[in-house]
């Protein structure tokens, strides 16, 4: 039957030869279209690593010296200790709050600031006897006052798989490493109480957390993390931030409601004064607005919705025209026997061989595109330093052979799926009719 099919397409070759470019020319385009977003798609559905459920954010507010309620002389130490003491209490206090936890700001999920430099080993240590260095950022967290950064984020222990203990007070040269740093310096994550040197310091390893995604849109990053005693300084309002995990089971909206208009409010000291409090979800998503990434992702979600469209207009309208020309023949095929069943698997597989041939040609020239310009990045215009430096080929989508063999994958079956559709309706309405009845109309 294949080889009737294939005869028949190639004694109207004339007549395909437009049908073929144009699902040549579909096929490329909507590849191209597919090919951010499924980029998008891959990165936002990574797991972060932390529970966002529950997990909310204090807002904080510095009065500026042009501000009507700014008071010359209260932006001192004092003024800091107490306004973060305050917080502190209340929270304390609130029988709604499980934990809180006291963070570097720049920790903040979805935060574009961070450290970053190089973590040595030495020779002694290294598997091969050689001295390495290894890029990482680094963060600081504030084990004191009664918070508990693991708990409140709920940070996994790498070897365990449970919530990381944290350790009572400051751990003077101790730090925390992700499962990533871990296998980038040693190969493993056997390494508790190995050394390595951080800023020309020699600092031990106490634990080995999970990875975690600080940015909705960016992949697994290796960090240090290291506890330090909050600091009351003037720059500790820009510095340290509070994090807050309520108790599951509390109407998270209703005390939002309760707390930004009944607590906020008496939470100042001084210039400093708290704003309210925001879920953190909610302040991804400004975070997104703010930089443009949600504009990104609706630009290629529509631009992938217009080239879905284009083709379905294109395709399926050329296959249906293309059917309805082709009367008589149904007409003939019907008047010798041939079953409707028949007829109409006859047109699918015509249209199926089509769609596969002009795709395959299609696909040489995208990887020949590929080749020259690479994959789409369509978060290439996001500041370069918060991005990966070298993406992790445990993925999929930066991986070459299988990013191109999915995204090639779902513009196949798109393509095909509308140039059956546009096959199977007008055959089967067409053999619904009489044999004399095709042929007459035709």
Not at 59 to 67: G, P
Not at 285 to 300: Q, V
Not at 352 to 379: C, D, K, Q, R
């Amino acid at each position: 039957m294949i080889a009737k099919i294939i005869h028949q397409i190639w004694n109207e070759r004339k007549q395909n030869a437009w049908l073929f470019l144009e699902l040549a020319v579909a096929s490329i385009f909507l590849w191209l279209a597919i090919d951010p977003l499924f980029t998008l798609v891959c990165r936002n559905n990574i797991p972060k690593g932390y529970d966002t459920e529950n997990l909310h954010y204090i807002e904080k507010e510095i009065y500026a010296d042009n501000h009507p309620q700014y008071h010359d002389g209260e932006s001192t130490e004092e003024y800091v200790e107490q306004f973060f003491t305050n917080i502190i209490n209340t929270l304390k206090s609130l029988p709604e709050v499980e934990c809180y936890g006291i963070a570097c700001t720049n920790f903040q999920p979805n935060d574009l600031s961070s450290n970053a430099g190089g973590i040595r080993i030495d020779s002694i240590q290294s598997s091969d006897g050689k001295e390495h260095t290894h890029n990482a950022r680094f963060y600081s967290f504030m084990p004191t006052e009664g918070s508990n950064f693991f708990e409140t984020y709920r940070v996994r222990d790498a070897l365990t798989g449970e919530i990381m203990k944290q350790m009572n007070g400051v751990q003077e040269k101790k730090v925390y490493v992700t499962r990533r740093l871990a296998m980038q310096l040693f190969g493993t994550t056997d390494i508790i109480g190995k050394k390595v040197i951080d800023y020309n310091a020699e600092v031990e390893i106490i634990g080995i957390i999970e990875d975690m995604q600080l940015l909705a849109y960016d992949e697994y990053t290796p960090f240090m993390l290291r506890n330090e005693n909050i600091i009351y300084d003037k720059y500790a309002f820009s510095r340290q931030d509070i994090f807050v995990r309520l108790k599951k089971g509390v109407d998270c909206e209703a005390f939002r409601k309760k707390f930004n208009s009944d607590i906020a409010p008496k939470l100042r000291n001084g210039n400093y004064n708290v704003k309210g409090i925001t879920d953190i979800n909610e302040r991804v998503k400004r975070h997104d607005k703010r930089f443009g990434i949600t504009n990104i992702y609706r630009l290629y979600t529509a631009l992938a919705g217009f080239a879905l469209f284009c083709a379905f207009m294109g395709v399926f309208s050329a296959f249906w025209i293309r059917t309805n020309n082709r009367r008589r023949d149904i007409g003939i095929m019907r008047s010798v026997g041939a079953s409707r069943r028949a007829v109409v698997r006859q047109f699918a597989a015509e249209a199926l061989i089509l769609v596969s041939v002009a795709f395959l040609v299609g696909m040489f020239v995208t990887g020949h595109y590929i080749h020259i310009n690479g994959f789409a990045e369509p978060l290439a215009k996001v500041p370069t330093w918060i991005q990966n430096e070298t993406p992790d080929q445990s993925y999929l989508h930066n991986r070459a052979m299988p990013h191109f063999a999915i995204v090639t994958s779902i513009g196949y079956l798109l393509v095909a799926t509308i140039a059956v559709a546009g096959a199977l309706l007008p055959s089967m309405r067409i053999t619904r009719s009489l044999p004399a009845d095709a042929l007459r109309e035709n």
